[in-house]
């Protein structure tokens, strides 16, 4: 068990981002958090498929970075384009890479001024109850 971090300017808590695509971790991962990465990544779909692949059924994730439709077109932000920022997500683009890499998403919030998004996602898994949960943490 465990939660697998990234944020910048680290990229990771325990691995470097990109990752590479046949990169085997010794765990499955119940929780990931993403925050200010996406836009810096030149391949976000593979790097969503990867946290895919190294979180156990029902983990849950958060990805955090700036809401792109806010920053052009909204309320033109202009002072808001970074320029190491690779992409720049629309909720709905974020919404659906996340459903492309098979993501459930949860809820998607921006921040009371709309310039931040969180995109929070569930890995599909087969609905457990508390009961059946606790036995299984208890037989590993």
Same mark, same amino acid.
């Given at each position: 068990?465990?939660?697998?971090?990234?944020?910048?300017?680290?990229?990771?808590?325990?691995?470097?981002?990109?990752?590479?695509?046949?990169?085997?971790?010794?765990?499955?991962?119940?929780?990931? /958090?993403? !925050?200010? @990465?996406? #836009?810096?990544?030149? +391949?976000?779909?593979?790097?969503?498929?990867? *946290? %895919?692949?190294?979180?156990?059924?029902?983990?849950?994730?958060?990805?955090?970075?700036?809401?792109?439709?806010?920053?052009?077109?909204?309320?033109?932000?202009?002072?808001?384009?970074?320029?190491?920022?690779?992409?720049?997500?629309?909720?709905?683009?974020?919404?659906?890479?996340?459903?492309? /890499?098979? !993501?459930? @998403?949860? #809820?998607?919030?921006? +921040?009371?001024?709309?310039?931040?998004?969180? *995109? %929070?996602?569930?890995?599909?898994?087969?609905?457990?109850?508390?009961?059946?949960?606790?036995?299984?943490?208890?037989?590993?």
């Amino acid at each position: 068990r465990g939660v697998l971090l990234s944020c910048l300017p680290t990229y990771t808590v325990y691995y470097t981002l990109p990752f590479d695509k046949n990169i085997r971790l010794e765990r499955d991962y119940d929780a990931f /958090a993403s !925050f200010q @990465v996406f #836009e810096h990544l030149g +391949d976000p779909l593979s790097t969503f498929q990867l *946290l %895919y692949n190294v979180c156990r059924e029902n983990a849950y994730g958060i990805i955090n970075g700036p809401n792109g439709l806010q920053v052009f077109f909204a309320q033109v932000l202009y002072q808001q384009v970074i320029l190491q920022h690779i992409n720049y997500y629309t909720p709905m683009s974020l919404y659906t890479l996340a459903q492309r /890499a098979d !993501f459930i @998403v949860e #809820e998607l919030k921006s +921040d009371d001024a709309e310039i931040e998004m969180n *995109l %929070y996602c569930r890995k599909p898994g087969a609905s457990v109850s508390m009961n059946e949960r606790r036995a299984q943490e208890r037989s590993v």
